[in-house]
């Protein structure tokens, strides 16, 4: 491309094509809906049109969790195409000499790397979504919990791992509880304490997390300068998505495999169990003081139960082998009165055969008297 | 060079191509309405608590009068084995004259909790067996494991050799410390019995996004995107759609095994060691007697080849033989290249074991 050409990326034409964009699908909307009006002006008139199309899917049915996943995916690329555009645009305005678009494309990562501490980029948000969807089916939305997190974004300086309010709020936390309700304080105590050692371990996994995002763009940029290098070139925004994945998922690995990660993985969930047993052993201490069965109890009641059922299964099978031995025992007996007929009747013959063979031989014996005396 | 050919006019094209295949992609979904699985006939000849044992109608005449007994992982469906016609290892092998029965693990509730290793493999695995060969006639059968199913039928194999005629492991982890393996290397610092004392079962939801967390970005963003493009029509739609289907079908792990499985392989190792415990048995590979064939998956980013590959180094039988599959862990029960490769091959080194 000349460097004299228009680019004419987010202006006028772009939101212009996109709002035509919108037009169509509310269009589309009209006619599934009567009456059907958008609530704003949308921001990304895109994305807003698959907002649109959302309310649309059914709530029901096999399809309805991968249609919202296809469609969140759809909203994402829409939105970092916007951010492409951006990008595009300025690249596009810098002379087109190496070093020049070169040195733009390394100030523009570096803001992005930036955004990446504060999440505010498209790229960022891609980047965290797995982890929070990943946070999320651990359990990691209790309501106390997002309030203390909502607290440590308020409160200054508290999102650094090294803030000295976090020994300070231990050694508090750490006074002896007194009196009657001595237990339930201490309780409560130790879950706030959890709750701290959660909010560290969490930020201590976010902030490698982040790190490895931004070695993830040094990759991108790595990669676009070899692709220029060879002479190649990318095509397609989606080419430019799937370029920012590969390299992603290679930074990712890489981090995937180091003892850091298996350390800050172990402490984030491991603190967040804890977290979570406190805040169990809490609502099991309320439901014993008002008689109802704690959680405690139900999990007891589940262990004698599997005993039992491996005892019955052992008593079962005792009991075949036994029923397997009297069967072969009755065999037995059976065999041996067999054998003991067997053996009498054979008895039997022999005696026949021995009293037919002595009258023989008295016969014999008799016949040959009667020749000697004839 | 300016490295990016990209100008607004294609741009544009590309994000409303994009937009209108995104549309008819939704319209597709919301009719596809319910996604069939499973192509083989069976009927239910077993079950004990949530398991049942399925029997699959024999597809020649005279099948082999061994039969063949899958044991599944307790992670995910067995439905994966019998996908759909034309992508069923279950229809392969009976197509290859196999008698073959599966175990369907169902799905474990709260009221399983302290399932262990043990209550599986000498519960109900043996009772399995024992119930295939009454109904066969035969005092032994062929065991055919998948993937965490191959361990616990290695486990079984070497408590119950006198059971076992032959052992087929496919995508079994045997070493659990292999320098690639991803999903152990993740593990080895999570306290698991605190994890287990806190949570009892772990969830579907819980496995599902730890196996999505091996390549976060390509299993939940790109692949979303992809998507697009798969659903112009039914039928691919619906092929994509049976893989999701599988892929989110995740029962619930019962605490107790769970927290055996994790510790005992995944942590510390303990099967190449000749250490792992099940309930008071000692499970020792090189009781493994029986001739032995091992599939694994060139590209299985979830057991890489060489924790199946160890198999051979600890296994006692003199008769190992090792098949390496050209895809990945899934791809060896439903691409067109397995349907072709695995079932015949199965069946072939069966006959020659008969």
């Known amino acids: 491309m000349s460097k004299n050409d228009t680019f004419p990326f987010w202006t006028d034409e772009w939101m212009k094509s996109q709002q035509e964009y919108l037009d169509t699908w509310t269009d589309l909307s009209e006619k599934m809906t009567s009456g059907f009006q958008p609530a704003k002006k949308p921001i990304n008139p895109w994305v807003e049109a698959l907002d649109q199309w959302e309310t649309f899917i059914p709530n029901t049915g096999e399809s309805q969790p991968y249609a919202q996943r296809m469609l969140d995916q759809g909203k994402a690329f829409f939105e970092m195409s916007d951010g492409i555009s951006k990008f595009l645009k300025v690249l596009n305005e810098v002379n087109e000499s190496k070093e020049q678009w070169q040195n733009t494309l390394q100030s523009q990562m570096e803001a992005i790397k930036k955004a990446f501490e504060t999440g505010d980029s498209s790229l960022a948000a891609f980047w965290d979504e797995p982890l929070d969807s990943w946070k999320s089916s651990l359990g990691d939305s209790p309501i106390e919990l997002q309030s203390f997190m909502k607290f440590v974004d308020q409160a200054q300086g508290m999102d650094s791992l090294t803030n000295p309010i976090y020994d300070e709020m231990n050694k508090k936390l750490s006074t002896p509880a007194l009196g009657q309700n001595r237990e339930a304080q201490e309780q409560h105590q130790k879950y706030t304490c959890l709750l701290m050692d959660y909010q560290r371990a969490s930020q201590e996994y976010n902030t490698a997390h982040h790190r490895v995002g931004q070695e993830a763009i040094e990759r991108l940029i790595a990669k676009i300068s070899e692709m220029s290098k060879q002479g190649e070139s990318i095509d397609t925004m989606r080419g430019i998505y799937d370029l920012w994945v590969d390299c992603a998922e290679e930074a990712y690995a890489e981090f995937a495999f180091t003892d850091e990660y298996q350390t800050v993985y172990g402490r984030m969930i491991n603190s967040l169990m804890a977290l979570k047993q406190a805040s169990r052993n809490i609502v099991d201490s309320a439901m014993t003081s008002i008689g109802l069965p704690s959680s405690k109890a139900f999990d007891t009641v589940l262990q004698r139960m599997q005993e039992m059922r491996r005892e019955i299964r052992q008593l079962q099978r005792e009991k075949k082998k036994s029923a397997d031995l009297s069967e072969l025992h009755n065999e037995i007996a059976e065999l041996r009165k067999e054998l003991a007929a067997v053996k009498k009747s054979v008895s039997a013959i022999n005696r026949v055969e021995k009293s037919v063979s002595k009258k023989t031989v008295t016969k014999k014996k008799a016949a040959a008297t009667k020749t000697t005396k004839g | ?354």
């Not at chain 2, 398991?51 to 005279?62: A, E, G, I, Q």
């Not at chain 2, 064939?293 to 057991?303: E, Q, R, S």
């Not at chain 2, 160890?310 to 390496?324: H, N, R, S």
Request: with cysteine.
């Open chain 2, 1 to 354: 060079m300016f490295p990016f050919n990209i100008t607004p006019d294609s741009a544009l094209k590309e994000i409303q191509e994009f937009g209108n295949k995104l549309g008819e992609g939704m319209q597709t979904l919301t009719e596809l309405g319910e996604i069939p699985v499973g192509a083989s006939e069976f009927e239910v000849v077993y079950h004990e608590d949530k398991l049942t044992l399925n029997h699959y109608k024999p597809l020649v005449k005279n099948p082999n009068k061994t039969p063949i007994l899958i044991i599944y992982a307790l992670v995910n469906r067995p439905y994966m084995t019998d996908l759909q016609k034309g992508r069923s290892l279950i229809e392969g092998l009976l197509k290859n004259g196999q008698d073959v029965y599966l175990i369907d693990w169902g799905y474990p509730d709260a009221a399983d909790r302290y399932l262990s290793l043990d209550d599986y493999i000498n519960g109900y695995i043996d009772n399995c067996v024992d119930n295939v060969c009454d109904r066969a006639g035969v005092d032994k059968l062929n065991i055919l494991g998948v993937c965490q199913g191959g361990t616990l039928s290695l486990c079984y194999t070497s408590l119950h050799t006198h059971k076992v005629n032959n052992l087929i492991t496919t995508v079994t982890p045997v070493d659990f410390h292999t320098k690639d393996d991803q999903l152990s290397h993740m593990v080895r610092n999570v306290d698991i019995d605190l994890l287990v004392d806190t949570v009892g079962n772990i969830s579907g939801d819980m496995m599902n996004t730890t196996f999505l967390s091996l390549k976060p970005f390509r299993l939940n963003g790109q692949k979303y995107l992809d998507m697009v493009n798969l659903l112009g029509d039914e039928d691919s739609a619906l092929n994509f759609m049976r893989m999701e289907k599988w892929i989110f079908d995740s029962p619930d792990q019962a605490g107790q095994a769970y927290k055996e499985f994790i510790s005992q392989f995944y942590q510390q190792n303990k099967l190449i060691k000749s250490e792992v415990m099940v309930g008071e048995h000692r499970i020792d590979l090189k009781n493994i007697t029986v001739p032995v064939l091992n599939i694994f998956a060139k590209d299985d980013h979830l057991v890489p080849v060489a924790a199946s590959k160890a198999l051979e180094k600890y296994v006692g039988t003199d008769d190992y033989t090792p098949l390496e599959f050209p895809g990945g862990h899934i791809g060896i029960f439903v691409s067109g290249k397995a349907q072709k490769m695995i079932p015949p091959t199965v069946a072939e080194w069966l006959t020659e074991r008969s």
